[in-house]
């Protein structure tokens, strides 16, 4: 990991962050454009194709997983991991419950305006599976559709030759879903926004996955909703003071584990500090059982960054805006720490809590996204549906200087359409 002094290195280390996420993206999307092809032009057929190659399938599968295999699956985890995803699955629900929008009422002489929630009807839940399973995903997604009245919930995941995951299957069987698919990467993805074959198209597709489902999920907003962009995980870890090199090293290690394209990196005052944490990162990568994949991530993205200036680091965070930031010594600095996914505060406050058992979304935006939206929500899974009326005051009232823009905008039938209630109707 390089260490940067923020002051003296200030663009250089911008460019090397926020570079290293564009060629990311770039190296991606002709593999995505020639998935999406494929499925296009294959339908099903193409879709257990890509599923061999990708996921080691050595015979074909019914894409559509059947309630009996999802319930044979769950019967392999024990009674106290079905207990700990129960108790994953409440915390999320109680937290998530507080999101539900309110219905609102406008009103003013003349004119009422009514604002309520009206749920997407389908609603996709993509769950990584690549590299290692994410039941928790499962959860992230699930519940807040659950929690926003989505008709129809569909979970799919890669499944490793065809086997689905026991704990992805205890979630879906606890969360009572029982439309899951074994198909994973950027061809579930397009499969799911165009509806090929026997599987549906849906109007929302939500849930973290790699570079690769990132770009596929870029591709067809517009076809269907989308989440965010939540692509490799990201974390920044800001000490306005001295903390244990052992804990801020195991925090990095806990988002780097996820893929070698993850981006991680700590800010301190201290030089001593970071030298020290460094050494801690030595000393302890040899215990990561993803040894492999966390050394990739720290050589390809991971930073140390010196700072002087706290309102200086601040501003490069803001700017550099990461998907998980800690904020570890003066809390108050929170108030000008805008655009960040989540910001856990406190040194008992780690991500790996978030991830699981505190209850607030770990689906988060990446890639700098979090400068323009937020994490997986209630509000995600929904639309304001917005009833308007007015009276015949209002439009007495309003009406001329309505008419008056419409002229000015050189738009006639506007003007024509108020002219003639304003004649006609009294």
Known sequence: MKVWHLEREWDAFLEAVIRGREQKTAEVQESVEAIKKQVKEGGEEALGSLSTRFDGWKKKYPLKISTGEIKEAAGKV????LHVLKGMIRNVRLYHRSQIMQKRRYRRKGLEVKEEAVPVERALVYVP????????????????AQVAGVKEIYVTTPTRDGVLNPYIAACCLLLEIDNVFRLGGAQAIYAFAYGVGSIPKVDMIVGPGNAYVEEAKRDVYGRVGIDM???????????????PPQIAAWDLFSQAEHDEMATVGLFSPSKDDLYMLMKEMERLLSENVRKATVEKALEKNGYLVYYRSLDRA??????????HLELIGDESAAKAIRYPGIIYVGPQTCVSMGDYYIGTNHVL???GAGRFSAGLSVDTFTKRKVLVKIDRTFLDTYGGRAMRLAEIEGLYAHGRAIRARRELLR
């Not at 024990?78 to 991991?81: E, L, N, V």
């Not at 590299?131 to 959860?139: D, F, I, L």
């Open 78 to 81: 024990d009674k106290k991991d």
């Open 129 to 144: 599976g690549g590299q290692v399973p994410y039941p928790s995903s499962v959860v992230m997604g699930v519940v807040p």
């Open 229 to 243: 962009l939540a692509g490799p995980s990201e974390l920044a870890i800001l000490l306005t003071r001295t903390f």
């Open 314 to 323: 601040i501003d490069a965070i803001n700017r550099i805006a990461p998907e």
């Open 365 to 367: 935006p990446t890639g």
